[in-house]
């Protein structure tokens, strides 16, 4: 804590992107929850509070251009920072025709194919064997590119985990596999499910490179990322890394989470992925407070924005209940 | 008599038959600590312990798996199913061995177990989360399927599930946990394979099971005002089929409304008035019209997802249908 | 014209396609090194490689999510399932996310592919390896399913279904796969969607698809002798459904028997009946009859497998009921 | 080879079990592959020569009466090391309503409530559930059985495998997992769809012990069966094993298997269990080659007379196809 951290590798304007990010999907996930207060936002809504360094850092590491996103229903912090606008992303949490899926698809399934941001799905572990398949589609054409799938600590569990990791390897698909282990699937803390504690022991049983990081410093895991995708593209290998973090909200707005002690989130607060980064700036002297409020005002006023483009958005007509079904 | 909610009325039963039978436990997501996503199971871990009350990974497949060769082993295991939306990925160990193991054992080895979970919409869940899967069940012999719509027949249909020696299915619904009704503190169980007649009529059978119930209860009130009077049977066990009480209503009523929350095509519904229209061919005055969810998945938008769905109104324009009216 | 084996209609179908779009792939369970279970793909890794015809795991699941991933990135994947009996634990990734993902992406995504095999039951296989499981797809929004009778509806359907861009489920049969029949050398497709004539008629409509078509025609020999003229409607597609051309018949004919080897409870037959019974009430003679198998898993003992399954004697007699015939 | 094996810890007469049920096992396949070819048997006939000290050695480490069988399709073997009779297995593969499943479940589906032998399963990997709820019924009734599910190199790529090993660590059932690896799953050699050579890293995954054994030698297979099976009573855990072996016919009866080298399979022939088993026997003088023989006679006749059984048996009547269906 007392110690520095030294900066100096990292560009500014860089580390100011990382930040107002973070800040961005905070503000953001706080006012979706407001207005899901106001029944302007139903059904499932699972934010992201607490987690904000996983998909930023992550993703950071990535180019969109080339490189591909898959997460599952707690995904507006992913939508945001495959650079989503919230606009677009509030409007569809709304329900409305200029949601970026047309309001049909809702908080659990944001899409954005100009972003590579292929989902968003609902059902836990769904989507990794469809991830491996976006891999698969890459190294069919002999593209250059990676594909994140995120998953949490209650996914991993599931049969398609262990079908695609093998099929991965098995083809050399380049794809990185980052369990979210944010402690809890639902209310389930995830060592009472789980025959082990730290899952990278997993990425074994598929000759796989598996490494478990620390999830609320964003510039580890940029670095780790970075460092595992740069892995895949050279060797031509899938790898799993699993990513310690921590939500604060329950599991979705409808749980309270009675489940964990107030001194549990606590603690973990201490070690908040915006406070971190911040700090570790101003210690650098790469960020004011002025300049951090600034940030934060600014994220604030956006996430604002987004809701009043939601409200002035219309409704998807009727007719568009029967469209989309085939094409 | 005491009015209980149809969440509690489903607790009781578990908590009776697991007081009466200890080879009685329940399995699943959510259902020890956390008292059940939707609490149906609150206060059991309690009662029972976590012998008998156990929390699950998320692995429809592998516990469904487990429940079955449990059961095969001689237990009573109940498996909930966080919803009927997540036990697709499930459906391998219920078609393939718990609906075929006695039969593929020459009769040796039954499979004693209760499937149960909310099925059909709720609200603005989107399509992955609001299907009405009954379809994928009633279609396999080898197990049992029961849709109660009321605390009452919740409560002793799933007592008789569980005292069933086969497999059997309980679909339950989000939006009817909430629902309440009279249930009387005695014990009684409700024979899975009877249909009941949740209103007489004489104008027109409105055959219907599960959440749109209320719908059709609502829409024989307002048809009632117009002079029409509406039976409705409530199929309440959809594998096995009651149907001498559907087709005696409509051979008394000669005309037949099938409301169903899934889709349409290959449906319950569908089943339905192909038996109708088979079994009472000389005493319909009119096609038998269905009710259904169009043929869409579901939206998240709620107006959207409202007009995808029966309604009282789409029930009285088709009971208006099938009596030539305006 | 040349005349081939079905189950090289179907090979033929998938070289020329895979010929034709280099992003045409094709992945599945023996299918590349083995030349398929059934010997469909025969050749085919010879002439397009490992990179295009490729050998997975026995994981159903796993596969049929990575087509539904790469469907959804640009590529348009042929899924091959060994038998539709193990694609129940692939289930999921199609109704879930194949079916699904063009409207919760509001239009955005679209997954142009192809999931194939044996369907229904072969010979001596009992329970868990001879089930006809339509019911379980043609129920769900969001995909097509085809189920040809002939090489030529084989190949021109499959092709048909590898240039669609929406998931199209290609149900053929191990029984099948030696029928011979005329296929044109010059390349053809047959659209999805429409129902064939078999057969022309004027008695009564034998409505039907996949494997029991040859014994609907066997049956409508015979009851030619005796001076019965039966049409048959092959339905070919069953998602989406004919309906025109089924009414037609039935409105020509007055009289319907519909021949599905699958359950008979929610099944496409009685689908079919009741669009029927419904669509064409002022033109039925009599009511529609169904011959589907029984509504038991399937035994291993040949007699009784056989019992379980339509046959020419249960057609004739279902149409000579719908006759009054003796 | 020159070296002689002491066979001294062992008892002749468990010895000479040991050797009889493998040359039962393997006449009687030897009698099911002959009336496969005269259509007295039909469908899918998995033959289990070359593999006979697997089944028989793990076997013989069990107590049926507490303890549990389960595999896949390729059962007649394990349902004769239960005790199944060869009349009532026969007379299943013959369709016949005198066969252990009468004539409803055929080779795949061989069932005995006395032997505790619960299946015989036609989907691959579908078993390992179940097994794992009988272990499961084991822990609740707090039995001291154990249960043994077989399964191949192919099923252990189905997520149903990772889901069930996760689930018995966590609530310590007793219950050994065997991957019978065979090498090849139908026409495909293990490695080219699996991710790794050894099966029994998969283990670390679930912190359960793993280990690798040869499975052509039945004393091996029964010392380690044995050892692990007591490790699982006394420590209350799951436990996995890998046993390497082979089999020298083709999958099932319609496969040719031109996917081996004909050298490849004469290589595994000189490994075979029985010649060991006999040899070992031999040099430790506890049996002649007259003994031997007698034994085979035996074993021969036995066969022979499960085919009469079966011939002379009544098919089920019809009035049995809608029995079963529900009790
Ligand atoms: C197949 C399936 N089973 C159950 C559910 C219900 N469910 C939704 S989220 C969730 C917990 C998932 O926890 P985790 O994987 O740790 O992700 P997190 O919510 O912590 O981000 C469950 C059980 C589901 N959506 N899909
Ligand atoms: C779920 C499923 N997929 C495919 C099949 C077809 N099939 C039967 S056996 C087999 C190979 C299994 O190989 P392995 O697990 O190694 O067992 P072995 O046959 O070698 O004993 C396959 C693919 C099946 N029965 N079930
Ligand atoms: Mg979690
Ligand atoms: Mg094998």
């Avoid at chain 1, 990425?203 to 895949?232: N, R």
């Avoid at chain 1, 607060?269 to 004011?288: C, E, G």
């Avoid at chain 2, 009350?53 to 497949?61: A, F, G, K, M, R």
Wanted: hydrophobic share 40%.
């Amino acid at each position: 804590m007392g110690t520095t951290k030294d900066l100096s590798k990292y560009d500014k304007v860089f580390l100011i992107k990382l930040l107002t990010d973070m800040v961005l999907i905070r503000r953001f996930e706080e006012k979706s929850a407001q207005m899901y207060g106001l029944q302007k936002i139903g059904g499932f809504c699972h934010l992201y509070i607490g987690q904000e360094a996983v998909a930023v850092g992550s993703i950071a590491a990535l180019d969109l251009s080339t490189d591909y996103v898959l997460t599952g229903y707690r995904d507006h912090a992913h939508a945001l920072a495959c650079g989503l606008s919230p606009d677009s992303v509030m409007a569809e949490l709304f329900g409305k025709e200029t949601g970026c899926s047309r309001g049909k698809g809702g908080s659990m399934h944001l899409f954005d194919v100009e972003h590579n941001m292929l989902g968003g799905n609902g059902i836990v572990g769904g989507h990794i064997p469809v991830a491996t398949g976006v891999a698969f589609k890459i190294a069919y054409n002999k593209e250059n590119g990676v594909v994140l799938c995120f998953f949490g600590d209650g996914a991993i569990h599931q049969g398609a985990f262990h079908e695609s990791l093998n099929m991965a390897k098995i083809w050399n698909l380049p794809i990185l596999y980052i369990c979210e282990n944010n402690q809890y699937g639902m209310g389930t803390m995830f060592k009472r499910v789980s025959s082990v504690d730290d899952f990278s022991v997993m990425a074994s049983s598929y000759s796989m490179p598996g490494k478990q990081i620390d999830g609320m410093d964003v510039l580890t895991v940029y670095d780790e990322v970075s460092a595992m995708t740069e892995h895949i593209r050279n060797h031509k290998t899938p790898a799993f890394m699993e990513i310690k973090t921590y939500r604060y909200k329950g599991h979705s707005m409808s749980d309270p989470a009675k489940y964990r002690t107030k001194d549990e989130l606590e603690a973990y607060k201490k070690l908040d992925p915006i406070v971190i980064l911040k700090n570790d700036m101003i210690d650098n002297n790469l960020l004011t407070e002025d300049e951090f409020k600034e940030i934060d005002k600014d994220c604030k006023a956006k996430s604002a924005e987004s809701v009043k483009f939601a409200e002035n958005s219309n409704e998807p007509p009727l007719s568009s209940l029967y469209e989309d079904v085939l094409v | 008599m005491p009015v209980i909610q149809y969440r509690e009325a489903l607790r009781q039963a578990m908590d009776e038959e697991m007081a009466r039978d200890e080879t009685v436990f329940l399995m699943g997501e959510e259902v020890a600590q956390y008292n059940g996503a939707y609490k149906v199971s609150k206060g059991l871990l309690d009662k029972f312990g976590d012998r008998r009350v156990i929390d699950t990974p998320i692995t429809e497949l592998g516990f469904t798996g487990i429940g079955t060769g449990a059961a095969m082993a001689g237990l009573r295991p109940i498996v909930e199913w966080m919803t009927l939306n997540f036990a697709i990925l499930a459906l391998d160990q219920v078609i393939n061995n718990a609906a075929k193991m006695l039969y593929m054992s020459g009769g040796k080895l039954n499979i004693p177990i209760v499937f149960r979970g909310p099925n059909g919409p709720a609200e603005y869940l989107a399509s992955q989360h609001s299907q009405a899967l009954q379809t994928m069940l009633v279609h396999v012999p080898g197990i049992k399927v029961v849709a109660p719509a009321t605390p009452y027949d919740a409560k002793g249909l799933l007592k008789s599930a569980i005292r069933d020696n086969n497999p059997v299915v309980v679909l339950e619904a989000e939006m009817m946990y909430a629902w309440t009704g009279e249930v009387p503190s005695e014990e009684f169980l409700v024979p899975i394979g009877e249909a009941d007649i949740k209103r007489e009529g004489t104008d027109v059978s409105i055959i219907t099971y599960s959440k749109p119930l209320k719908m059709a209860m609502e829409a024989a009130e307002q048809l009632a005002q117009q002079n029409i009077s509406a039976e409705i049977v409530d199929l309440r066990s959809l594998r096995p089929l009651d149907e001498k009480t559907i087709f005696e209503s409509v051979r008394k009523t000669n005309r037949a409304v099938i409301v169903d929350e899934s889709w349409p095509m290959v449906s319950v519904a569908s089943h339905v008035g192909y038996l109708i229209s088979s079994q009472c061919f000389d005493y319909l005055d009119a096609p038998v019209e269905l009710v259904t969810s169009e043929d869409v998945p579901m939206p998240y938008n709620h107006s959207l997802e409202l007009a995808a769905q029966p309604s009282v109104d789409k029930i009285i324009k088709a009971v208006k249908k099938v009596l030539y009216i305006d």
